[in-house]
Each structure stands twice: as structure tokens, then as C-alpha cells.
């Protein structure tokens, strides 16, 4: 019988091809984190073989993987912003081009010292990804994050005690209906829905397995971007920020949507693949 060593399980990557980008990777992954090491270490000791146990899980990882299962879904984790998040079937897996809006919204407050205290509203929070990378960053704000989902908000609280995050507090609404008394936010930050249901990108990849509900918004998917730009000013200072993720086709209707909702100072950002992104605008006083 052939040994499980390391080597022989990265050498099984080819076998991914046909449902994975990034099949060597994926087994990385699930090795570093069934042997609890780093990449280095694969390298480094290429023969060390699995225990039985570590080889009978690598197994079933990789029986999973084959069906298109999510890498995040099979270890239960995903890194956002350098943080372990953990992930789950109830909520979208943190996307890397989603660090872009933790980006911009520490660019609009780089000014500031240690201790400035801003209050900051991350909506459709889901795992929690946003609103912890934030709150890790600046420990003096005093953070919110809302989601309507009771799964994610439980996912979203285990987050927060895993990473031992005091300055932030998650709970469930629907958008801005449970926060009629917290108004005056610095900052609002939202990656929603925004995925038309008719989109064909719907049925390849991670998204086969995410919630439609954190996926779908009506109207080409700008019906909840609309519902947020709208409601915004209402619960943010004079000067407070609104940014948002949307679409790569979405940028000039959401700059539109931003103007129409007397904000100013409206920008957008483009993501790693060069495509529009993240819109911000500044309430006009
Ligand atoms: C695209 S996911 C973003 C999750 C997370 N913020 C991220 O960037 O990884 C959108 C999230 O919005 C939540 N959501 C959808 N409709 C909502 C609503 N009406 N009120 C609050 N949250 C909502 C979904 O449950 C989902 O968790």
C-alpha cells in the first residue's frame, strides 16, 4: 500500500483541474490545515507521512472538493483581511476583493490619531468579515454590524468572540429597522446583494453553494444598493461616509444613485481585477 505522505497528496492536484482555478492550492490548504503547519512546512517535508486520521480526512476533503464544494465550506474557514473567519453554508464566503472596502474606508480615516473614537455601521454583515477586519484595525471605534439572517448573526457573533473583539456589536436587522436609535454614524459599509437572478455566473463555482439570500437583490441587483443609498443619510452625521461593493457593471448607476441622494465627493475604486468595485460619497451637510 502507498504511503500518505505529503508529497503524494499535493500530486493529486491535477485531478482537481476539472473544478478548480487553483487545485495545487486547494490542496495546500487542506493540508496545512489538517496538519495544523504552515505552506512552508509542506515544502520543507515533503515525506512526513499522514497519521490515519489526518489521511482519512484529506480523503474526504478531497472527495468533497471534487463535487465543487467550497474550500471555505470543507476546513469551515476562510482568511479575510489576515483574520481566520469562520464560514458557513448561511452566509457568503469573504471574498478577497471585499478587503478593498476595509481599505478605502481606513484610507478616509488615516488622519486620525490612536484614540479618535468613530461609530461605524456595517450592514448585511454575514460572517462578519468586514465590520472585524475594521474593528481589529481601530480598536477605539465603537463598531455595529446587522444582518437579517439569524444564521449569520450567530455566525457573525462567533467571529467576534473568536477574535476577542470588545468594540463591536452584532445583531439582526433588516437593514436599518432595528437601529431607529442609533443614528450619527462616521461610517457606513455594505457589501449587499447585488447579483441580477437571471446571471449566468450564478451557477458556476463558490456561489452554487451561498445562500441566494446574500446573493440576489431584484431590479439588475441594484434593489438593495438603491434601498441603502436612499436610507443612508438618515442615520449618518453630517460628513459621514457611505461605501459600498457592487457589481463591475454597476459603478455608473451607483454613482448615479449616490448623487441623487445629495452625496458628494463620489468616487469609485477598482478591485485586483481592474474592474469598478467600491463606490463612496460623502453626506452633503
Ligand atoms: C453579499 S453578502 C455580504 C456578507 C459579508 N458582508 C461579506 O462581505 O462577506 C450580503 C449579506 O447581506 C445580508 N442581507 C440580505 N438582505 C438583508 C437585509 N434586508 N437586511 C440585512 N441584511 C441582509 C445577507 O444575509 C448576507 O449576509
Given at each position: 500500500?502507498?504511503?500518505?505522505t505529503i508529497a503524494n497528496c499535493l500530486k493529486q492536484f491535477s485531478q482537481l483541474a476539472g473544478v478548480s482555478d487553483s487545485p495545487r492550492l486547494d490542496i495546500e490548504i487542506f493540508l496545512t490545515h489538517i496538519l495544523q503547519k504552515n505552506r512552508t512546512y509542506l515544502f520543507t517535508w515533503p515525506d512526513q507521512e499522514l497519521s490515519a486520521k489526518q489521511a482519512q480526512t484529506f480523503n474526504e476533503f478531497f472527495v468533497r472538493r471534487l463535487t465543487g464544494e467550497p474550500v471555505a465550506h470543507i476546513i469551515g474557514q476562510r482568511e479575510f483581511w489576515s483574520l481566520p473567519i469562520m464560514v458557513n453554508n448561511f452566509t457568503l464566503i469573504p471574498r478577497p476583493d471585499t478587503e478593498l472596502l476595509v481599505e478605502a474606508t481606513l484610507g478616509l480615516f488615516a488622519e486620525d490619531d490612536a484614540s479618535q473614537s468613530r461609530r461605524l455601521l456595517d450592514l448585511g454583515t454575514g460572517t462578519g468579515a468586514i465590520v472585524l477586519a475594521l474593528a481589529h484595525e481601530k480598536k477605539s471605534w465603537r463598531c455595529v454590524g446587522v444582518d437579517k439572517e439569524l444564521a449569520a448573526v450567530e455566525l457573525a457573533e462567533k467571529n467576534r468572540v473568536q477574535l476577542n473583539l470588545q468594540n463591536v456589536k452584532i445583531q439582526q436587522s433588516d437593514w436599518f429597522a432595528a437601529l431607529a436609535n442609533e443614528t450619527a454614524f462616521d461610517v457606513i459599509v455594505s457589501n449587499p446583494p447585488?447579483?441580477?437572478?437571471?446571471?449566468?455566473?450564478?451557477?458556476?463555482?463558490?456561489?452554487?453553494?451561498?445562500?441566494?439570500?446574500?446573493?440576489?437583490?431584484?431590479?439588475?441587483?441594484?434593489?438593495d444598493l438603491e434601498f441603502i443609498i436612499a436610507q443612508a443619510p438618515h442615520y449618518l452625521m453630517s460628513s459621514g461616509w457611505l461605501l459600498v461593493e457592487h457589481g463591475y457593471d454597476q459603478g455608473e448607476?451607483?454613482?448615479?444613485?449616490?448623487?441623487?441622494?445629495h452625496f458628494d465627493n463620489i468616487n469609485t475604486f477598482r478591485d485586483f481585477g481592474r474592474n469598478e468595485r467600491v463606490t463612496i460619497g460623502q453626506k452633503v451637510n
Open positions: 500500500m502507498q504511503l500518505t447585488y447579483i441580477d437572478l437571471n446571471d449566468e455566473h450564478l451557477s458556476e463555482g463558490d456561489v452554487r453553494f451561498e445562500p441566494l439570500s446574500a446573493l440576489v437583490a431584484d431590479n439588475k441587483g441594484l434593489a448607476a451607483v454613482r448615479n444613485l449616490f448623487a441623487a441622494n
